[in-house]
């Protein structure tokens, strides 16, 4: 079904939009949150690629999202973005080396079967 193809899209630019977000502020490393440090963190960050390409994949996202969204109920998509906690997950273990433990295995299961759950009730289209 196309909506699922334009949800997992959204969820995917989203989750991407998160991972190169990291990379970029790994790359600035970490500060302390201060008003002397406002210009020149703000600087550093407005500079960063990566940081650059994050936000540029969380506007496509909105786009994307917004066209789920006059498709279908918000009680039906907004839960799909949990998809988006077992890419990052996944995809942090391997780009960033962040540990996945049990607890976490754990919790993307029970993510995957609240997802599964909320497939199984259908997309309604909106109706206008």
Request: charged content about 5%; overall charge positive.
């Amino acid at each position: 079904m196309m909506i699922f193809g334009l949800i997992l899209l959204g969820v995917l630019l989203n989750a991407a939009a998160q991972l190169m977000l990291k990379a970029g502020m790994s790359q600035i490393g970490h500060f302390e949150f201060s008003l002397a440090n406002t210009v020149p963190i703000g600087l550093k960050v407005m500079g960063n690629p990566p940081i650059l390409g994050g936000l540029v994949l969380y506007v496509m996202s909105v786009g994307v999202w917004l066209l789920v969204l006059s498709r279908v109920q918000v009680s039906f998509a907004y839960p799909m973005l949990s998809i988006g906690y077992i890419v990052n997950a996944l995809a942090a273990n391997y780009l960033f080396g962040e540990p996945l433990t049990s607890m976490r295995v754990l919790g993307i299961f029970i993510i995957i079967a609240g997802v599964y759950l909320v497939a199984q009730s259908g997309g309604q289209p909106v109706v206008n």
